[in-house]
């Protein structure tokens, strides 16, 4: 008797049963699609699932379900699992729940069961403390069961704000998820794309075509390309597989949840004083800052010898490259890095480079993961197209996040912390627990020039109708003021500076910092919620 006529009186018909029923998910549409997929490069949506996790440990939920709507001849076409394959299982042996939309169902529309599968497995993942990661796929809303999908929309937009600062929300799209659906992956934590093949935007490329008179493409108009530009995505991939494995290295340095800690690895804890574990890389250091302020460096240089084995986990790496943000390990635990990028834009801060520093604190915050930050940045990138576009609100969005922020914050000031950008890159008196500066950092409210074009602003003029050489008598107070102003240890009189250091004892001083850190605790005043100015 064959499976298809099992006796369904009798257990292992109905066991033979089951079998056929689930052998089904693995090709709901047939092995035709599977094959369509495969040619076209692309895994399938369970084969990205499989990829993910730990060999054999995926148990998936809901596999049988099946819409029910019957308007338009829909009762006639109801392949299994409805265009999803939800599920959980572990990543490096820790827990994750996951969901992968499968566009060769219904183009991966969400219909009303497809909606409640996504509302299950989020809820799921929150309630249990779990990270969950999203595969998304998708072409919005299933036009022939009406409203209802709109209405599914709505409860897992609402579910993902519920969850966002309980657990790690991760969104990898790997094609063309468009309308209602893309605003699932917009409320991750981190999004991921695929290089060729994502496309994510809210109207239509037909729409947007029309509108514009001309044609334009998908990948025009959401690719990989612009979000990694606009500043929507944090990473780009090759591929759906390469996409999946760089998660699973972003996992491994972040928390279950907001009421646990990342990962820490074993390593050796120095012991002794600082100076006495100084390494070659360490003294590098001592010699990285150009004498000239002409000269630049590339700050990378500074933090690839402070963080474990000089690796960085760099997130939207490609937008804003005048700072950077990544999570790295400082003796093992995860911590957040924060940095000016002196070669682009000598390190200023603009509109993106602010929001996008003030997001990454945020992220951190939320996960428990202490911050650390290393300063060089001459002040805010002038002009009116900064002005215009909102530098004042980015900036103060950065100046939110850090103040807010309640783990342990760490700065480091290498060269340049001048004006209103040393107040929004870690200060002390906006919530930094320490600050450490190098005897080559410049604190002061502005440069040389600008400050002697303010304080000396009457002599230089008396000068000039004397006839005296302006230029000459204007160097000479910028050496003055620089001597006496452009320095830590004004700031360090002061205890706006907790200790100049040694470049060479940097990461000692951050290890023994974290060490402290550990141990902080705050009570924060009893409000709502603040009103960042977004």
Known sequence: MTAAESDLTTTSGKLADLRKRLSETLAPVGEAAVAATH??????????????????????????????????????????????????????????????????????AMGEVYGEKLIKILQLATKTGVPLIGVHEGAGARVKEGVVSLAMYAKVLALSTQASGIIPQIAVVTGATSGAHALIPALSDILVTVEGDSELYLTAPGIASTVAGREISGQELGGAGVQRDNGTSHHSAESDLAA??????????????????????????????????????????????????????????????????????????????????????????????????PTVLAGCLDIKAATKAARFIRTCDAFNIPIVEFVDAPGFLPGTEQEHGGILAAVAKLSYATAEASVGKITVITRKALGGAYVVMGAKDLGTDLVFAWPTAEIAVTDAPSAVESIYADKLSRAAEKGEDVAALAADYAAEYEESHINPYLAAERGLVDAVIPPSETRGNIIEGLRLLDRKVLQPLAKKHGNIPL
């Not at 409805?82 to 729940?97: E, I, L, M, Q, S």
């Open 244 to 341: 999946l494995d760089w998660v699973r290295s972003l996992l491994a340095q972040l928390p279950a949840n907001h009421r646990s800690e990342a990962p820490r690895l074993a390593v050796e804890a120095l012991s002794g004083s600082v100076r006495e574990n100084l390494t070659d890389s360490d003294r590098e250091l001592d010699s990285l800052i150009p004498d000239s302020d002409a000269q630049t460096y590339d700050v990378h240089e500074v933090l690839t010898r402070v963080v474990d084995d000089g690796e960085l986990l760099e997130l939207q790496a490609a937008h804003a490259p005048n700072i950077i943000t990544a999570l790295a390990r400082v003796e093992g635990r995860t911590v957040g890095v924060v940095a000016n990028q």
């Open 39 to 108: 040619a076209a490069g692309r895994a399938t949506a369970r084969e990205r699932i499989t990829h993910l996790l730990d060999e054999g440990s995926f148990v998936e939920v809901d596999a049988l379900a099946r819409h029910r709507a019957t308007a338009f001849g829909m009762e006639a076409n109801r392949p299994v699992t409805d265009g999803v394959v939800t599920g959980y299982g572990t990543v490096a042996g820790r827990k994750v729940c996951v969901f992968s939309q499968d566009a060769s169902i219904f183009e991966g």
